[in-house]
């Protein structure tokens, strides 16, 4: 079974740009979190995605927003860049009323 | 609101002894705990859960954990630590009412050497 897959694996962009991360979930999964790694503030919820629907988002600026498709990947987009959004960019995902979720390796967006 | 605490920033055991990673948490109602494991530049591979049942869960790789709900910890454990184990944990909790965020300790370093 393939796991959560992300893409790009790096990107680097300049401040003030837009970035886009992507994420297919496990087959069979309904569900797509998001989380932040960033140095020093260790992993934070971003958004969770059911259904094509935005369930949940945690304390980030709307300049963070997503979406989910019909086959259930997933898109996130970082607008107007700042530097602290240097990170690493987790995508996750579950069948909806499941517990753990299954994570893929990350976009480390970098920010110069 | 909830948190989990890992006290320790790192632990370091020799090979062959037994590991212990603590955890404890904050939620309001039942909780839902989970550990995490992470190699370098990896993302988070799941170890094991508690949602409800035993206090004792057995995991992935040898680990286990203990639900103590009057302390509540959720510390990871193992017999006989590798030093294939060597990594950064996390705990994580979500409530069981079901809004499915997970919240993360800050994470512990595992050092084993041989």
């Known amino acids: 079974e393939a796991g959560v897959t992300q893409s790009p694996t790096h990107l680097i962009k300049t401040r003030g740009q837009q970035a886009t991360l992507r994420c297919s979930p496990i087959s069979g999964h309904t569900s797509v979190y998001w989380y932040q790694q960033a140095l020093g503030l260790g992993l934070q919820f971003l958004l969770w995605?059911?259904?094509?629907?935005?369930?949940n988002r945690g304390n980030f600026p709307p300049r963070f927003s997503g979406r989910q498709f019909p086959n259930y990947s997933s898109e996130l987009n970082v607008n107007a860049l700042e530097l602290e959004d240097s990170a690493l960019y987790l995508c996750?995902?579950?069948?909806?009323?499941?517990?753990?979720?299954?994570f893929g390796p990350g976009t480390r967006l970098t920010v110069t | 609101a909830q948190s989990v605490a890992q006290p320790e920033d790192q632990v370091n055991v020799a090979e062959g002894n037994p590991l212990t990673v603590k955890c404890t948490y904050s939620?309001?109602?039942?909780?839902?705990l989970f550990w995490y494991v992470q190699y370098p530049n990896r993302g988070l591979q799941f170890l094991l859960k508690?949602?409800?049942?035993?206090?004792l869960v057995k995991g992935s790789y040898g680990f286990e954990a203990e639900f103590n709900k009057s302390q509540t910890s959720f510390h990871l454990k193992k017999p006989s630590a590798l030093v294939s184990d060597s990594a950064l944990y996390f705990c994580a909790v979500s409530r069981a009412s079901g809004d499915y965020k997970l919240s993360f300790g800050a994470g512990t370093t595992v050092t084993v050497r041989a």
């Open positions: 995605y059911d259904e094509g629907e935005e369930r």
């Open positions: 939620v309001s109602g039942n909780p839902y």
């Open positions: 508690y949602i409800t049942g035993d206090n």
């Open positions: 996750a995902s579950s069948p909806y009323f499941h517990y753990e979720q299954y």
